[in-house]
């Protein structure tokens, strides 16, 4: 691949993920307009046309591995993993 094709794609790239980002911005900013308006109504569930919308609160619960660390050293570094990935960035 020729450095021009390669500046090509790189240039693509970054295109599609402003339009994505942009993309994003829009749905998030949509979302937060259908929110307001069902906490407005007060309510968690609307049909709206064929759709469906739900808003409910959901709960998880987490490790908090950088306090198992700081309370017990000893036994956190018996179950850390560690894993390699490469990332990918254009800047």
Do not use: C
């Not at 979302?31 to 609160?57: C, I, K, N, S, W």
């Amino acid at each position: 691949m020729s450095s021009t094709e390669l500046l090509s794609l790189v240039e693509q790239y970054r295109e599609a993920q402003q339009l994505i980002e942009a993309a994003q911005a829009e749905l998030e900013t949509i979302r937060a307009q259908v929110t307001a308006e069902m906490d407005r109504r007060g309510v968690a569930q609307m049909d709206v046309g064929t759709h469906r919308v739900r808003l409910h609160e959901v709960t998880t619960s987490r490790l908090d591995s950088k306090a198992l660390r700081a309370a017990v050293p000893d036994l956190a570094a018996r179950f850390i993993r560690q894993t390699t990935t490469r990332r990918f960035t254009v800047a």
